[in-house]
């Protein structure tokens, strides 16, 4: 059964912001920002970045997200680095087919789509792994 009191809250703290950095640097030009950009067939001038409330909502999904695993990692026996990368993947395997449906119906580029579950699936790995490393 789910237990909120064996959740650690300083490691879902950390995997948020791990998630918000890995975010920073996914979508920038350091790693696939600009591929990204193109396969949007925009360019790096054209993003506005969004205002604040952008990021606090952004934050609060990524908090939510790390919550979640948090919560399902309390279902394991022992909560581990392996466990929390398992679960982690599994979540991202997860989020990525369901962000595959949307793709498929809004006729979105293939590459567009590998590099937005590469996100998911990179960032909830490394969100398990933080908190099955601390739970």
Request: hydrophobic fraction near 55%; proline fraction near 1%; charge should be neutral.
């Amino acid at each position: 059964m789910v237990n909120l009191a064996e959740v650690n809250y300083l490691a879902v703290l950390i995997a948020t912001v791990a998630t918000m950095a890995l975010g920073f640097l996914w979508y920038s030009p350091v790693l696939l920002g600009n591929a990204w950009v193109k396969q949007r067939g925009m360019k790096m001038e054209d993003i506005s970045g969004g205002g604040p409330l952008t990021y606090v909502l952004t934050a609060l999904t990524a908090l939510g997200g790390a919550f979640i695993l948090a919560l399902l990692l309390t279902l394991a026996d022992e909560a581990t680095v392996a466990a929390g990368l398992i679960v982690g993947l599994l979540v991202g395997i997860s989020v990525s087919l369901k962000i595959g449906m949307n793709y498929l119906f809004e006729g979105h580029k293939l590459g567009l789509y590998f590099i937005t579950i590469g996100y998911h699936l990179v960032s909830y790995a490394i969100a398990g792994l933080i908190i099955g490393c601390m739970q």
